[in-house]
């Protein structure tokens, strides 16, 4: 079963760009069968998906993040990051990583808390 | 963009009893594409259907999912404790490719 591990800064500044790694274990994260996906939620909110890559680097991107997001792969670590640019209070949220496979997200990290403030 | 609207907000119910889950779509939505997820307070979601009506691993019957036209739902037929929660629908778009999930409902005990 694939487990999934979010790192990075709990704390970034406004208009900074907010940086977070997932940690891939129990399989490749070349397997033909997942995308990679981040999903975020402000405390005491709801899910808001954020995007996704496959690992030949192919993404989709929610529309209304895509001008300040950026997925990558890095095959060699196992592992896919998360970069958000401009970054507001708003941005302030439970960051997760997830699988995703045939239409559905099936396995999630536990999440980090990432806020931003001066 | 499909927006998914989940009712209600919030269900009181007690132990043993059924629940009744509602996520309806703004427009057509395959069954393929719609899923749901439990949420406990602290802890990241967790599948539970997909398929609207397919239980992920692990699932206990007593979850089950259905679907007619626009609107889904997600039926628990006797609760558990462990049940109490909050609970997403979720559908993916083609075009373009992207994941949109309900308000969520919050499954209390009463």
């Known amino acids: 079963q694939v487990q999934l591990l979010e790192s990075g800064p709990g704390l970034v500044k406004p208009s900074g760009t907010l940086s977070l790694t997932c940690a891939v274990s129990g399989d490749s994260i070349s397997n033909n069968d997942y995308w990679w996906n981040w999903v975020r939620q402000p405390p005491g909110r709801g899910l808001e998906w954020i995007g996704e890559i496959y690992h030949s680097g192919s993404t989709n991107y929610n529309p209304s993040l895509k001008s300040r997001v950026t997925i990558s792969v890095d095959k060699s670590k196992n592992q896919f990051s998360l970069k958000v640019s401009s970054v507001t209070a708003a941005d302030t949220a439970v960051y997760y990583c997830?699988?995703?496979?045939?239409?559905?997200?099936?396995?999630w990290g536990q999440g980090t808390l990432v806020t931003v403030s001066s | 963009e499909i927006v998914l609207t989940q009712s209600p907000g919030t269900l009181s119910l007690s132990p043993g009893e059924r629940a009744t889950l509602s996520c309806r779509a703004s427009?057509?939505?395959?069954?393929?594409?719609l899923a749901w997820y439990q949420q406990k307070p602290g802890q990241a979601p967790r599948l539970l259907i997909y398929?609207?009506?397919s239980r992920a691993t692990g699932i206990p019957d007593r979850f089950s999912g259905s679907a007619s036209g626009t609107d889904f739902t997600l039926t628990i037929s006797r609760l558990e404790p462990e049940d109490f929660a909050l609970y997403y629908c979720?559908?993916?778009?083609?075009?373009?490719?992207?994941?949109?999930f309900g308000q969520g409902t919050k499954l209390e005990i009463q």
């Open positions: 427009q057509s939505v395959s069954s393929s594409y």
């Open positions: 997830a699988t995703s496979s045939v239409y559905r997200l099936d396995y």
């Open positions: 979720q559908q993916y778009g083609r075009s373009p490719p992207e994941y949109t």
């Open positions: 398929g609207a009506s």
